[in-house]
């Protein structure tokens, strides 16, 4: 009898085990079949189309694993320079319910901190979130806001005095920034502490559309401005062409807040590495999409700088880049 209980003790067991498989497979298969979680990315600029920046974002983030069509996608919203635009931009994004929205400079992340207290903001080039009211604190944003600051106005000076290196004899330089902007305008107040420091006189280029830089390259021609520096504003990142051109006709040597400018035809500029910036700001997405909150997310600076010479542009005017002033460029454009 014991011999038969055995028996039936084994056959009992293999029908539990060959149950619990027949049980277990279904559920791994259902498991797999679970639709994979789309997140939606959202982007709001002032400026119109879309750019290097977003196109490096969007690679950056393939390569942190994030596919467009499969795992991720992405919504647009282009205000086209038209201010009023850009707060119904927002309220769209919001409406859309995406996961995280992506803004470059001040005037997009203030319209979109007023349109939601609960999507995640990620906000790039602001010059000084803390003030602007964005952020409480670099260290400990709170809020739905984290990003990555531009340090501009710290940088107003540094640019001046790059002017005076190439131009000893320099006493007038136009600045040229947007009063619509809460960063520019930021930087044009910096801008004349740091010319006093150097002994320099400036003329208030004070720009709100582009049908204005015409004239107002000409008033600082006839102020005697004899070089220029362009403040960050989304409006002049989206005429960088024709700045650069107005410049070179005027006979301006001028300096710009990032490389794009001098890879249009402008002279030379100096400002935080742009691929650093756009790497973190995908850390910063996949941070947020895993469960990290922006609150606890501190806003970062830049730790890299980028100064660019352009030798075609100076040849155009005449100008001579000092030896001392060229060994220090981290790229020579010839």
């Known amino acids: 009898m014991r011999v038969v209980g055995n028996q039936w003790s084994v056959v009992s067991k293999s029908l539990y085990f060959a149950l619990s498989a027949m049980l277990i497979v279904p559920c791994a298969a259902a498991q797999a079949q679970q639709p994979t979680k789309v997140s939606k990315i959202g982007w709001l600029s002032v400026r119109g189309g879309k750019n290097t920046g977003q196109e490096i974002i969007v690679r950056m983030l393939r390569d942190l694993g994030y596919v467009e069509g499969k795992n991720i996608t992405y919504e647009y919203r282009f205000a086209d320079n038209k201010l009023d635009r850009v707060p119904i931009l927002a309220d769209e994004l919001v409406r859309l319910n995406v996961d995280v929205v992506l803004t470059p400079g001040t005037t997009g992340a203030l319209a979109l901190k007023k349109a939601t207290q609960t999507i995640p903001i990620v906000f790039t080039d602001v010059t000084d979130p803390v003030a602007v009211g964005l952020v409480s604190s670099l260290a400990r944003p709170g809020g739905n806001l984290t990003g990555f600051t531009s340090v501009e106005t710290a940088l107003a000076g540094k640019r001046l005095e790059l002017l005076k290196e190439i131009l000893p004899k320099l006493l007038r330089v136009a600045v040229l920034w947007d009063p619509q902007n809460p960063s520019s305008t930021q930087e044009w107040k910096e801008s004349q502490i740091a010319a006093r420091n150097l002994g320099l006189q400036l003329h208030s280029m004070a720009v709100r559309s582009a049908d204005q830089y015409e004239s107002a390259f000409k008033d600082a021609v006839k102020g005697r401005s004899t070089a220029l520096a362009a403040s960050s504003t989304q409006l002049a990142a989206s005429n960088q062409e024709r700045i650069a051109s107005l410049a070179a006709k005027n006979r301006l040597p001028a300096i710009y807040v990032q490389g794009s400018f001098v890879e249009s035809g402008g002279l030379m500029s ?61 790229k020579v454009i010839k």
Not at 287 to 299: E, F
Request: charged share 30%; glycine share 4%; net charge positive.
């Open 270 to 330: 100096y400002g935080p590495d742009r691929i650093e910036r756009y790497r973190r700001v995908a850390v910063f997405v996949d941070k947020i999409l895993k469960g990290t909150k922006p609150a606890d997310l501190p806003v970062e600076q830049p730790t890299k700088f980028e100064f660019i010479v352009n030798l075609k542009a100076a040849k155009q005017i005449g100008l001579t880049i000092p030896p001392n002033v060229l060994a220090r460029a981290d």
